[in-house]
């Protein structure tokens, strides 16, 4: 609110010049001090008024729809935490997914077919690959897609070669920093957060019995993200929750890795992704 300027006293009248006819005393000009004072008064009502319309109309609604917001989310977390995993899972994935994706060619897909080096990400034999030589460890190949916080995200992966494949998500905005959610071939999975050029940080690695070991064995990976909470499943089986907030919120993608093989071809069909 802006100051209120002082007003400046009254200025004295002279007295009018004596003379022999009586004449009556010349009226004031300007306000009187009670009326200067009322007009401040109606001012400050008057301007105390428009903040308030201000904050009915637009600051108030403002907060109370991000407060309800925050509200439902937290709602929304503590219901999940109170289901069972499996609950979980089918309370996730069993609306229209926001983006149904067959990974079966370009027309229509999130993702394009791009290079680097000698790896490759392309559409073959009705199925999107990630292709590199034994010299190149990984190669990720990313969607075109919102930044997304809390979702289900379901990819079908097939190791044709190599040692690992699986999704990434949350992917920040240069495409060097994300979640990584893959299996192995021997039979192992592992959720691990990279950040650039530094070697990954595995949050959780462990064997799974839900795994379909062995080459060109087909495994459905999904991972449900709400807030930082992390939930593992493969082949629609729960294999554990992790709580991290490295990363809140990115695109997709998903990711080859040849584990020192001569080379590596992980083919993934039918991206899924609903929306939380």
Known sequence: MGMVQSVPTQQAFQAAPASTAQTLPEPQRGLSLE????????????????????????????????????????????????????????????????????????????????????????????????QLPG?????????????????????????????????????GNTQTSFYGFVVSSDGFYQLATINGTNLPIALNYAPSPAIKTGLNQSNLLTVIARGNDIYLY????????VNDNTYTSGGLGLLAVSGGSPSADIAFNNAQVWQL
Not at 135 to 144: D, G, Q, V
Not at 234 to 241: A, S
């Open 234 to 241: 493969i082949n629609k089986q729960y294999v554990t929750t």
């Open 135 to 171: 010299k190149t460890t990984s190669i990720e190949c990313f969607a075109n897609s919102d930044k997304l916080s809390n979702f289900a995200f379901q990819v079908q992966v097939t190791i044709v070669n190599g040692l690992e494949g699986g999704l990434l998500f949350r992917v």
């Open 35 to 130: 009326k200067i004072l009322l007009l401040i008064i109606i001012a400050l009502v008057v301007i105390g008024g428009s903040g308030l319309i201000y904050y009915r109309a637009a600051a108030h609604p403002a907060n109370l729809h991000a407060q309800a917001t925050s509200v439902a989310q937290d709602f929304l977390t503590a219901q999940a935490r109170s289901m069972s995993p499996q609950g979980i899972y089918t309370q996730a994935t069993r609306g229209k997914p926001a983006i149904n994706d067959p990974l079966s060619g370009a027309n229509g897909s999130i993702w394009s077919e791009s290079s680097q080096g000698n790896s490759r990400c392309l559409f073959t034999n009705g199925a999107f690959h990630a």
